[in-house]
């Protein structure tokens, strides 16, 4: 989508064509068609890409399935990094507060589904969910209280020792299953519906397969589909919540103290308060994205919340657009899918992977899909630069 | 408890050296930092090429331990060297491939941190999958001792054989530990003395304290970088080489950990300070030693996180504070 297939009905004011070449993407272009359709219209296409989107496991089309891994498992994995990467979302992108310790969350949600579900009681699943939530929330105020006084980079050290340090504990605790981890966690209760069949390509045809079929709606181990499905649901749902956030005085109150945060305690903004409470939302999403990890999963062990895993969240989120949620949930699936899909490199994966996100770090800085707020102040910023320099270029 | 007092020297000698490994690789990310602001996230990686280097020497060169002592000391010497060059090198290509562009755009730090990440896993794959390059090279059968069972540990055959010195409350001293824990202080020392003496040290210093300042001043800024990785890395290999020889082994990952280690020993001793690493990678390692005598050697990595966390919350700056720029010649 570059400068030059901008729609015509809009006239490029003088500051974008200043940033639109060296962004090479204009994507009020692509909104500006939709925004321009009329309103049923918009409801349809958006309804189709949300149907596409709950019917991918069942499409199985060619270039996009994983030939190596079952589709549904990796469309799972997909999901639950675009979760993370969300509520890692609110916490880096919105409230500037880089947490390198994020697995940690995650990390307590799956053992409190895991631990309350199957070693230490027997609850139902329907209880495990809420109580996972609730506890990594207060576990984020907790950890929130004392650490958010400091401040940038020292942020960064402490919550990544603050991962460790909760990975560590369920490694060396045995009321928490200690190094061999948790088996049967329990998955979500089923109901066994009706049966959906699969597509099956050959070449550019695709015929029903009536043989390859997911039950609706059984959570098995077999079938990964209807994991994938109750995680899409999830992702809507805080998609949803993520929008009224930041649209409401709580998300300008981020926006305040990321870009200023003495300016905005002037102005009245009880900084500390809202960061708590970033990180208190960042952490109850990671727990919620955790508690489907663990009872998808079945087992778990803390070899599973390394602090690479952390890592690869950070980079999902930056990688996209720290934030902009929809630039977000693109580098969840850059981050998580691309290693999936070329499992038939499983060796060279990771190089390639580390390769991509130094390419894309050096020649995308600004993220895949950066928020408006960093594209308006580039914008500022290279005009400001035009009048100094005194060029004609404005 | 009493485990504590029992082997109070050893814990405390071992705990030395430990942390003379943690300072010396503390050192490329207080530099770096101090004149960037920015996490070398990609050090560890340097360390661990530096480790690798030193191997490959006393692989090539094949001496048995036990050799006579001049022959021992050159191996030992080339294989710093080795170590050090390849540490050094490494570093300026972080600084080549995953930062001069950032630094340049003025991009923000978390890009560059991005960036740092993406090297150090394209720096450990590469080591871990050596045997596979050098097989596409068409080298495999040639440098075979080199790169075969590439995702193993890799063993160092120490020339020097390790001998007791003398005994202190029960515990004998080796001659491998008093190298290691003088050595690293005499690097710190000589460190200390390039910063504030040459003029290259004036200059990151100039650097540290106000970049555009000295770049109005005549301050090549670009230069004063690279010579920062340059003497991180050169620091990180001497450090590879010294752990070798009191741990034995590496692994195309085995820097992660350590350089987790040795990023907190810098924070300890107060990012930016070259002094505060060495004190915050003693600190450490005494710290972790102690720490698991009382509570278990599970615990140990534990006690180092919850150190940091502890001494960031009361004290933020570290032990000595921030002070690359403030540094007085």
């Given at each position: 989508m570059t400068q030059g297939k901008a729609s015509p009905d809009t006239e490029p004011s003088a500051a974008r064509s200043a940033w639109g070449p060296r962004l090479g993407w204009d994507r009020g272009a692509l909104a500006r068609r939709i925004t321009a359709l009329p309103v049923p219209a918009k409801w349809t296409l958006i309804g189709a890409f949300v149907v596409f989107l709950y019917a991918l496991p069942l499409l199985e089309i060619p270039i996009l399935s994983t030939p190596d891994t079952d589709f549904g498992a990796v469309l799972f994995t997909v999901a639950s990094y675009v979760l993370v990467a969300l509520g890692l979302n609110v916490v880096l992108g919105y409230a500037g507060l880089l947490d390198l310790g994020y697995v940690g969350f995650y990390a307590i949600g799956a053992y409190t589904v895991a631990v309350f579900g199957s070693l230490q009681a027997q609850l139902s699943w329907w209880l495990l969910i809420p109580m996972a939530v609730v506890f990594t929330t207060i576990s984020g105020v907790l950890l929130g209280?004392?650490?958010?006084r400091v401040r940038g980079d020292y942020l960064a050290i402490v919550t990544l020792g603050f991962g460790e340090i909760i990975r560590l504990t369920a490694l060396n605790t045995d009321w928490l299953g200690a190094a061999k981890g948790i088996t049967g966690v329990p998955r979500p209760p089923s109901v066994e519906l009706f049966e959906i069949p699969h597509l099956q390509w050959e070449g550019a045809t695709a015929v029903i397969d009536l043989d390859d079929t997911t039950t609706f709606l059984v959570f098995g181990v077999a079938d990964q589909a209807p994991y994938y499905w109750l995680a899409l649901t999830v992702i809507f749902i805080v998609l949803g919540a993520d929008r009224m956030l930041r649209l409401s005085r709580v998300g300008r109150a981020w926006e305040a103290t990321r870009e200023d945060e003495d300016a905005a305690e002037l102005m009245g903004v009880p900084t500390f308060r809202f960061k708590l409470l970033a990180f208190a939302s960042g952490a109850f999403i990671g727990g919620l994205s955790g508690a489907l990890f663990a009872s998808r999963q079945g087992f778990i062990n803390p070899e599973s919340f390394q602090l690479l895993l952390s890592i690869l969240f950070v980079a999902a989120v930056v990688v996209g657009g720290a934030g902009n949620r929809w630039g977000v949930i693109m580098g969840a699936i850059v981050v998580a899918y691309l290693p999936e899909r070329f499992r038939g490199f499983e060796e060279w994966r990771l190089l390639v992977f580390g390769m991509a996100l130094l390419i894309l770090a050096n020649f995308r800085p600004q993220g895949l899909i950066p928020p408006r707020r960093t594209r308006r102040a580039q914008a500022v910023d290279e005009q400001l630069e035009a009048l100094e320099e005194g060029t004609d270029r404005v | 408890m009493s485990f504590l007092i029992d082997n109070f020297v050893e814990l405390t000698v071992t705990g030395l050296v430990l942390g003379a490994v943690y300072g010396l690789v503390a050192l490329g990310y207080t530099l770096v930092y101090g004149v960037l602001q920015l996490i070398n996230f990609a050090h560890s990686e340097v360390w661990m090429f530096g480790s690798f280097a030193a191997v490959w020497v006393t692989v090539a060169l094949g001496v048995a331990p036990g050799s006579a002592l001049p022959i021992v000391i050159g191996v030992l010497l080339l294989a710093l060297l080795a170590a050090m060059t390849v540490s050094g090198g490494v570093a300026l290509l972080l600084e080549r491939v995953a930062y001069r562009r950032l630094i340049r755009l003025d991009a923000p730090k978390l890009v560059a941190l991005i960036s740092a990440i993406g090297a150090s896993f394209a720096l450990a794959e590469l080591m871990g999958l050596r045997d596979r390059v050098a097989g596409w090279l068409g080298l495999r059968d040639t440098l075979d001792p080199y790169v075969r069972s590439a995702r193993d540990n890799t063993r160092f055959r120490n020339p020097l054989e390790t001998e007791g010195v003398f005994s202190v409350g029960g515990y004998t001293v080796t001659n491998v530990d008093i190298i290691i824990i003088v050595s690293a202080i005499l690097m710190m020392v000589a460190l200390d003395q390039f910063i504030r003496r040459t003029r290259t040290g004036r200059g990151i210093r100039a650097v540290a304290q106000d970049s555009e300042a000295a770049a109005l001043m005549g301050v090549n800024r670009n230069r004063v970088i690279r010579a920062t990785f340059l003497v991180g890395g050169i620091m990180a290999g001497a450090a590879a080489l010294l752990y070798l020889m009191r741990f034995g082994v590496t692994r195309w990952n085995a820097g992660f950990l350590l350089g987790v280690k040795a990023f907190t020993a810098a924070v300890l001793g107060g990012i930016g300070n070259v002094r505060g690493a060495l004190l915050g990678g003693f600190v450490l390692g005494l710290a972790e030693n102690y720490g698991s005598a009382l509570i278990g050697s599970e615990w140990r990595d534990v006690v180092a996180f919850l150190l940091l966390v502890v001494i960031l919350l009361f004290r933020p700056t570290g032990l000595l504070g921030e002070s690359l720029g403030r540094a007085r010649a």
């Open positions: 209280a004392p650490t958010l | -």
